[in-house]
């Protein structure tokens, strides 16, 4: 199955994306494509990389990604493919592709000069004709060599020791929640049995597993379906009613 998924921060209002869409199809007319989000504010690239990092897996291995975010910007180091865990990604080397594990991709290709004309439309003209071609049989060692300039981003790690993990909020979704990047795997390993989730004015000791775990407009944190800690009040706002916006602090804080 020839698929490609589509990430960008085109909007939905201008014609971008079914401009994208239409220089894939004309090169494989039996390309599935699968949209990620339109929706990511200009530029935001740590938003995009959560997004991508959420949901590339669920996909089959070999599926094609096809990142369109700040591809004209002067962050942006040319064009690159890369391979990680048996998934092709084809994006700009702005660092975006750097924040989707936290190893190295196997492979990394730096697409060449004929393939990387002059264009104010790059995702159109570079990229998508590269991830169609991909997705349906070519490898992207045909578009390039091995890249010695891969542009590495750090997302914002949570810091953990014996007495405290301290996180911060990644992502407020469109419900109010609030998702940070407090791993269950650290908790876990450092959680001696007691403990405090300390957000703004509240402290919680004790996690649900659910949202209706509490009463309608009370607090809840609990471990998602990602299995980072996430925050936020039942049939609520949680950034709002909480105080919360990204990068606000998390603690837990464990007792002896």
């Known amino acids: 199955m020839a698929l490609v998924t589509f990430l960008s921060d085109f909007g939905d209002m201008d014609y971008y994306v079914p401009a994208v869409k239409a220089k894939m199809l004309s090169i494989n007319p039996q390309l599935q494509i699968v949209d990620i989000?339109?929706?990511?504010?200009?530029?935001?690239?740590?938003?995009?990389?959560?997004?991508?990092?959420?949901?590339?897996?669920?996909?089959?291995?070999?599926?094609?990604?096809?990142?369109?975010?700040?591809?004209?910007?002067?962050?942006?180091?040319?064009?690159?493919?890369?391979?990680?865990?048996?998934?092709?990604?084809?994006?700009?080397?702005?660092?975006?592709?750097?924040?989707?594990?936290?190893?190295?991709?196997?492979i990394i290709v730096q697409f060449a000069d004929i393939h990387v004309k002059d264009s104010t439309f790059p995702t159109r003209d570079i990229l998508a004709p590269i991830a169609a071609k991909v997705a349906s049989g070519a490898a992207i060692h045909d578009f390039g060599g091995p890249s010695t300039q891969f542009k590495k981003l750090m997302p914002r790690q949570a810091k953990a020791t014996r007495e405290q993990i301290v996180g911060h909020v990644v992502r407020v979704d469109r419900y109010g929640n609030l998702i940070t990047n407090i791993q269950r795997e650290v908790f876990e390993k450092l959680n001696p049995g007691k403990f405090t989730v300390q957000f703004g004015r509240e402290n919680l000791r004790q996690l649900q597993t659910g949202y209706d775990q509490v009463e309608a407009g009370e607090p809840y944190v609990f471990f998602n379906s990602l299995d980072v800690l996430e925050i936020g009040i039942n049939h609520g706002h949680g950034g709002n009613l909480l105080g919360l916006k990204r990068d606000s602090v998390v603690y837990i804080n464990f007792e002896p």
């Open 37 to 106: 989000s339109h929706g990511i504010a200009a530029f935001d690239l740590e938003h995009a990389a959560f997004l991508l990092r959420a949901t590339f897996r669920e996909f089959p291995k070999g599926t094609v990604h096809l990142v369109g975010i700040n591809t004209t910007g002067t962050a942006t180091i040319g064009y690159i493919g890369i391979k990680l865990e048996d998934h092709i990604f084809i994006g700009p080397n702005n660092g975006i592709l750097s924040m989707l594990a936290d190893y190295d991709p196997g």
